[in-house]
């Protein structure tokens, strides 16, 4: 199968059953800077329309550093605080996806990165739930992950882990899709 251009794909073992839907997203498009992920981790806050079990994760990325050996994986929270303007994640992730070595993800540009979730990561989601998908290292690499900070309109808020603590704020969007298994 030839990988379309800007795209890094995995196959998706949809398993026993499910379609796999669009739950929310930000597109690439909306890109207009980017925050260097050098501290553990940045997401975006969403809402959940639909019943459905996490399948997949994208965010837009360009490798910048990092020792081979490096992961990133991507994880789903529940949030406490003002979703759109101060939401945070909140407790242990709900599921976590499958590794991508570091070197997986191309240093020649942005790509939307695809973050599996498989198995009993397979975390279901509840319609009209809030939710925060993020991006986590496991190790010292370093990516450039897109953003929109000139004209954020999507119904959430970015969030970051740093010093032992999150924070939300809505002074950006990140670019990011969520499927689920519905």
Same mark, same amino acid.
């Given at each position: 199968m030839k990988i =379309?251009? %800007?795209?890094?794909?995995?196959?998706?073992?949809?398993?026993?059953?499910? #379609? #796999?839907?669009?739950? *929310?997203? +930000?597109? #690439? /498009?909306?890109?207009?800077? @980017?925050?260097?992920?050098?501290? =553990? /981790? @940045?997401?975006?806050? &969403?809402?959940?329309g639909i019943d459905a079990d996490i399948s997949k994760?994208? &965010? @837009?990325?360009?490798?910048? %550093? %990092? *020792?081979?050996? *490096?992961?990133?994986?991507? #994880?789903? @929270?529940?949030?406490? %605080?003002? +979703?759109?303007?101060?939401?945070? =994640?909140?407790?242990? =992730?709900?599921?976590?996806? *499958?590794p991508i070595d570091n070197y997986d993800i191309p240093s020649s540009g942005y790509n939307l990165v695809d973050f599996l979730f498989t198995g009993a990561e397979q975390y279901s989601m509840v319609s009209g739930q809030k939710y925060a998908i993020v991006i986590t290292r496991n190790g010292s690499s370093v990516c450039n992950l897109a953003r929109d900070g000139l004209s954020p309109t999507h119904s959430g808020n970015y969030v970051y882990y740093e010093n032992g603590s999150w924070t939300g704020a809505s002074t950006r969007d990140y670019p990011f899709y969520v499927y689920g298994l519905v």
């Open positions: =379309p251009t %800007g795209i890094l794909q995995q196959q998706v073992n949809l398993g026993a059953g499910g #379609e #796999e839907t669009l739950i *929310d997203s +930000y597109s #690439e /498009s909306k890109k207009n800077g @980017y925050s260097q992920v050098n501290i =553990p /981790s @940045y997401g975006q806050t &969403f809402s959940c994760a994208k &965010f @837009y990325l360009e490798r910048v %550093g %990092g *020792d081979e050996t *490096d992961a990133w994986i991507a #994880e789903l @929270y529940a949030i406490t %605080g003002n +979703y759109g303007v101060w939401a945070y =994640p909140v407790g242990s =992730p709900l599921a976590v996806s *499958d």
